[in-house]
T-cell receptor, first 112, second 116 residues
Framework: DAKTTQPTSMDCAEGRAANLPCNHS???????VYWYRQIHSQGPQYIIH???NNETNEMASLIITEDRKSSTLILPHATLRDTAVYYC?????????????FGSGTKLNVKP | EAQVTQNPRYLITVTGKKLTVTCSQN?????MSWYRQDPGLGLRQIYY???????DKGDVPEGYKVSRKEKRNFPLILESPSPNQTSLYFC???????????????FGPGTRLTVT
């Protein structure tokens, strides 16, 4: 599975968009990009995933560059409750979750 | 409500005293996993199970056992706990996905274990 690189921490003002970057320069053609978040030692929570097209759901948007070497998770209107550690994971096998590597993630601090 | 439950949520024990952390899911998921989370090391997979009676080691299986006798339950057993197993433990479950389908893992609330 491809390795990912994320900034250690980021700040965002409440109500503004939070843009969290992730580099995955060694990604393979069959590898998906997943995003999870973990709020203060709770169990991680799925946010979104994608292969090469941009994706949007009720929580966030995922923008994947054309060469697929990087992606950005966008929280359109960050709230204080979005303060969490966000994990970018790249994984080939969509069907099996027997190996799922969480790196160090990005600590997002949403400030009033 | 779809959920993964773990018990106990907090446990303080002594070295060598066998313990079991239970995990149960109500979503009829085939896949279940155990992770531990330690500061600076992220989440690391201990064991996983792809179905009843099918289990395999993850990245850090030493000192742990698991069993999968029923689809909904996946207990984590520490036969002889040691202080280096002090950690935050998470159970997770997921279902096989269809092409492009949503196949996220659902995580339990965590069990904070302290071994003295």
């Amino acid at each position: 599975d491809a390795k990912t690189t994320q900034p250690t921490s980021m700040d965002c003002a409440e109500g503004r968009a939070a843009n969290l970057p992730c580099n995955h320069s060694t990604i393979s053609g069959n590898e998906y990009v997943y995003w999870y978040r973990q709020i203060h030692s709770q169990g991680p929570q799925y946010i979104i995933h994608g292969l090469k097209n941009n994706e949007t759901n009720e929580m966030a948007s995922l923008i994947i560059t054309e060469d697929r070497k990087s992606s950005t998770l966008i929280l359109p209107h960050a709230t204080l409750r979005d303060t969490a550690v966000y994990y970018c994971i790249v994984r080939a096998d969509l069907y099996n979750f027997n190996k799922f590597y969480f790196g160090s993630g990005t600590k997002l601090n949403v400030k009033p | 409500e779809a959920q993964v439950t773990q018990n106990p949520r907090y446990l303080i024990t002594v070295t060598g005293k066998k313990l079991t952390v239970t995990c149960s899911q109500n979503m009829n998921h085939e896949y279940m996993s155990w992770y531990r989370q330690d500061p600076g090391l992220g989440l690391r997979q201990i064991y996983y199970s792809m179905n009843v009676e099918v289990t395999d080691k993850g990245d850090v299986p030493e000192g742990y056992k698991v069993s999968r006798k029923e689809k909904r339950n996946f207990p984590l057993i520490l036969e002889s706990p040691s202080p280096n197993q002090t950690s935050l433990y998470f159970c997770a479950s997921s279902a096989p996905g269809l092409a492009g389908g949503r196949t996220e893992q659902y995580f339990g609330p965590g069990t904070r274990l302290t071994v003295t």
